[in-house]
Every structure is written in C-alpha cells, then in structure tokens.
T-cell receptor, first 113, second 111 residues
Framework: EAQVTQNPRYLITVTGKKLTVTCSQN?????MSWYRQDPGLGLRQIYY???????DKGDVPEGYKVSRKEKRNFPLILESPSPNQTSLYFC????????????FGDGTRLSIL | GQNIDQPTEMTATEGAIVQINCTYQ??????LFWYQQHAGEAPTFLSY????GLEEKGRFSSFLSRSKGYSYLLLKELQMKDSASYLC????????????FGRGTSLIVHP
C-alpha cells in the first residue's frame, strides 16, 4: 500500500531533550516536506527536499533540522526542543512537478513540557 | 511574500450548496490546490487548478481566476461527512512546486 509513515504518532517530552521524528515513503517520490499545524495558523512549511541531499528552508525553519540521505526517508530533528514547538507535525511527499498532489502522513502530535 | 486568505469558518445545511473562497497575493503564481482535512486526520487532495475556469469532480468543483487572484471550492448536495477543514494552497512559478497553505476554512454541516 502506498503510504507516508511517520513515527512516533504521539510524544510528550521535556525542554532540551533532543528528539527525531521519522518519515518514510514507499512511492519513490522525489519531493518531501515537513509542516507544522497550529490552531488559527494553518499548515506552515518547515523544511522541504526536492531530492537526495537537497534540502531547503520553508517558512518556519528555526529550531529544526532535516536530512535526506536516502530518497525514502526525511527525518525531522529537534536538537533542543522548546515549548513553542508543541504542535501537530505532518510529513508529505509528492512526485516532482507542478500539478502533483502531496501525500501526507498521519501526523505526529508533539508536546514539549 | 505570499498572502492566502480564506474565511475561518462557515456553516451550511445538509443537502445545500456551499462556496468556499480563497484569495491569494503571490509573486509568481503557478497553480492552486484544494485539500480536505477531517479533524485529527491528514489532509487529502481534492483538486488542482492551473488554468482559468471551473474543474468539476462529482459533487465538488473548483474555480480559478488568475487575473483576480481568486479561487473557490463549490460543494453540492452537502452531506454530514463533508464537515471538515478545507485548505487552499498555492505553488509558485520557478519555485519548488511544494505548496504554501492558507489557514483553512472549517465547514460545519448541520441537519
């Protein structure tokens, strides 16, 4: 089954404790991206990648890192999480091109205490 | 920069028709997506418009006017399961083609 898989789905942790949210897709998609979704603010792009070893900042990259060592994986790293990074996070992937819809993972709800 | 505006919330009656508007101001517009997102779930693709005009897909239609920076999503014969958020997203020409989203419109369908 074609899918985007995020792990974990839920995480409660404390300020400053490094964490990684994994994202994997099995559709051989070139494009992958991370969004955070907050009430009243909608989906905001954190980072995106157009291919292996190619990553770019989105609208809200501060406090986050990403890597794209393999085509299928695009982990999101919070080196020193803070409470303002408490949010719902979505990973998405798509075929390269201007009319290609994004396929979203089921989301990861992070709470930073 | 980019600015994408949608109403925050709309309500409608089961069986009725509702139109959800989206206006955008961008430097170098390419195309516009509509996604549906049920509470607690991932967004799912509804439609894509790149040319002016109406694209019809069953009960859902999407319209685009590039000159006016305007789109709408038209939902006919509303059903209770259409209660969801509807997200407008634009892509830019010469860019990554990864869309930027508006804040979404929460649609509540009541009996």
């Amino acid at each position: 089954e074609a899918q985007v898989t995020q792990n974990p789905r839920y995480l409660i942790t404390v300020t400053g404790k490094k964490l990684t949210v994994t994202c994997s897709q099995n559709m051989n998609h070139e494009y992958m991206s991370w969004y955070r979704q907050d009430p009243g603010l909608g989906l905001r792009q954190i980072y995106y990648s157009m291919n292996v070893e190619v990553t770019d900042k989105g609208d809200v990259p501060e406090g986050y890192k990403v890597s794209r060592k393999e085509k299928r994986n695009f982990p999101l790293i919070l080196e020193s999480p803070s409470p303002n990074q408490t949010s719902l996070y979505f990973c998405a992937s798509s075929v390269a091109g201007d009319n290609q819809p994004q396929h979203f993972g089921d989301g990861t709800r992070l709470s930073i205490l | 920069g980019q600015n994408i505006d949608q109403p925050t919330e709309m309500t409608a009656t089961e069986g009725a028709i509702v139109q959800i508007n989206c206006t955008y101001q961008t430097s170098g517009f390419n195309g516009l997506f509509w996604y549906q997102q049920h509470a607690g779930e991932a967004p799912t693709f509804l439609s894509y418009n790149v040319l002016d005009g109406l694209e019809e897909k069953g009960r859902f239609s999407s319209f685009l006017s590039r000159s006016k920076g305007y789109s709408y999503l038209l939902l006919k014969e509303l059903q209770m399961k259409d209660s969801a958020s509807y997200l407008c997203a634009v892509t830019l020409s010469g860019g990554s083609y990864i869309p930027t989203f508006g804040r979404g419109t929460s649609l509540i369908v009541h009996p």
